[in-house]
Nanobody
Framework: QVQLVESGGGLVQAGGSLRLSCVASGGTFSRYSMGWFRQAPGKAREFVAAISSNGEMTWYTESVKGRFTSSRENAKNMVDLQMINLKPEDTAVYYC????????????????WGQGTQVTVSA
């Protein structure tokens, strides 16, 4: 059983930056591809980014390409999401998730989820 805990959310003005972190415990972190998802009020949870188990490959939804970067340190059981040039439409609860398969974009393909961290971007 893998436990995931996100941190780093907060309130930021448009154009600002935040760095989200997700720490894993209870499993072999390097076995898992990690994904980032977000859910805005009244909307479905959507894919944001994913990073392969060895950190060599990343995938991003179109709306965040060039602004968000995911990285990981397997020795620290940690994955990050660096977000720059934030926009009000990025406001959501952000979740990290773990999967034994690489590069997945669908929520049901992920086996473990964190509790989420709120990101609010003011105009």
């Amino acid at each position: 059983q893998v436990q995931l805990v996100e941190s780093g959310g907060g309130l930021v003005q448009a154009g600002g930056s935040l760095r989200l972190s997700c720490v894993a415990s209870g499993g072999t972190f390097s076995r898992y591809s990690m994904g980032w998802f977000r859910q805005a009020p009244g909307k479905a949870r959507e894919f944001v980014a994913a990073i392969s188990s060895n950190g060599e490959m990343t995938w991003y939804t179109e709306s965040v390409k060039g602004r968000f970067t995911s990285s990981r340190e397997n020795a620290k059981n940690m994955v990050d999401l660096q977000m720059i040039n934030l926009k009000p439409e990025d406001t959501a609860v952000y979740y990290c998730a773990a999967s034994t398969q690489e590069g997945l974009h669908l929520t049901y393909d992920y086996d473990y989820w964190g509790q989420g961290t709120q990101v609010t971007v003011s105009a």
